[in-house]
């Protein structure tokens, strides 16, 4: 039997790498999803993660990511792109069209696996 334990929005997190992850921070769940950090959590420290809502995530300057199409996460260069590769992790939906020149892009996460936008 299941048992109601959080809307789930935001979880629990604990910290177990060798950094401090600061608020806004990008945190990979795995290949297939990430997270924001909602506060700053030092090394062994539990501390929120955000799973949904509407982020402003720096963004590849080489591409256009268009309106509702998936934007992946590069972890190597902390940016959102437009196409995935091996090493990028797809992050949610583009909620507003970014221009190739832009610097930044709105990125609505993803609510699970299968693409989807978070509620």
Known sequence: MAVYIQKGDRIDYKNDTEAVIKSGDVVAMGTNRIAV?????????????????????????????????????????????????????PAGICVKKKESSTATVLVRLQDCLTGTAGA
């Open 37 to 89: 950090a909602d506060c700053q959590i030092e090394v062994g420290a539990v501390g929120t993660l955000a799973l949904t809502g509407v982020w402003e995530f720096p963004a590849d300057t080489s591409s256009a990511i268009e309106f509702g199409a998936i934007a992946y996460w590069d972890a190597s260069s902390k940016t959102m792109k437009a196409a995935q590769s091996a090493s990028e992790i």
